[in-house]
């Protein structure tokens, strides 16, 4: 009998390639995932399922991991404000995690001896998907066949080619991956440290282009309702995302340190993480104290930083991720969003938790709380051993002198 290799599959020209070499040339069994983390509609899935069927796959599966994505990972993100280099919302990184998870998980189910994946040798996708796979199934034999073959695009092309597989190279120009907390681009202009994407690579056109006020209802930290509707999570992103994309919010090129210690570049679109992550943020500006907002920054970015190089496994991870719920119960509220073409504005917030209460004073107006002298003893006290430290270094400046 052929031994059974799980491929982590997408439909795109590396885990095409990799369907065809581990059938044909390492006489393996091939049995195809495909991991949904919202980013996929049921066309879409239908349409990767039977290329995966015409390329020789012994069996399809589609594992839909949107709602655990989510529950184990993205309100984390939203809890700590993650935005990588103050830029990019993890968007792919997290997303890697949950699929490498979910394979590795049927992979032990269905006996597989090999797990495969179509990483290449000179991104973080092969360290992410090589290090959970080692950590969850151990026991099994790790293959990847455009790292390990060192193969160029156009050399997987001919090679499909070869085979009876036309693909397109024109489709491969653009890689693109999407998912619920948003979209990555990767192509020839990423590969440089000056040219941007251009208009026709983004896959969300811009076709809004009147303002539009939103509200975003907020309840312990979660996204549950857009103007005025409650619903869950998932499908609050889901909505958000669909009104704000045609605005082209949320476009950017993140450039960051890789995990292999090179720098790489990425175009994305994410408007609803973005939007979501700016207005959290200014809900916890108002309801949170200064120190709960101080540590949650801390942490927040070395779990950020820890979830995109792959270790979402690390106990500490669970650990942080008590903290940033903990600091989640009063961060209720609404939060009032203009959009525009391009750009969205945070424009206020209402809370029942809101710490600026007009009951103890208006910042440079008044105050209700303390007196004029209760400020100046306050002062004193506050400086005083920086006070006593430059009165006795002074002192001692001029013993010297």
Known sequence: MKKKVVLAFSGGLDTSFCCIYLTQDRGLEV???IVNTGGFS???????????????????????ETESYYQDCI????????????TYPLSVSAERVSQATAIAGYAKKIGAEYVAHGSTGAGNDQVRFDMIFN????????????????????????YLKNHGVEYSAEKARYSINKGIWGTSVGGKETLTSHDTLPEEAWPTQVSETEPRKIELSFEKGELVGLDGEAMPPVKAIQQLQAIAQPYGIGRD??????????????????????????AHHTLEKHTLTKWQLSWKDQLASFYGNWLHEGQFHDPIMRDIEAFLASTQDKVSGKVFVKLMPYRFQVLGIESAHDLMSAKFGSYGEMNNAWTGEDVKGFSKIFGNQVMIWHKVNADKAQAED
């Open 31 to 33: 049995h195809s995932v």
């Open 42 to 64: 049921e066309e879409e899935l239908k349409t990767i399922e039977e290329r995966a069927y015409a390329l020789g796959v012994a069996s399809h599966s589609v594992v839909d």
């Open 75 to 86: 309100r984390f993100l939203v809890y700590g404000n993650v935005l990588k280099n103050a």
């Open 135 to 158: 950590i969850l199934i151990p026991g099994v034999e790790i293959i990847t066949p455009i790292r390990d073959l060192k193969l160029s695009r156009e050399a997987e092309i001919e």
């Open 253 to 278: 090129i993140h450039v960051g340190d890789t995990i292999i210690g090179i720098k790489g570049r990425v175009g994305f679109e994410a408007a609803a993480p973005v939007i979501i992550i700016k």
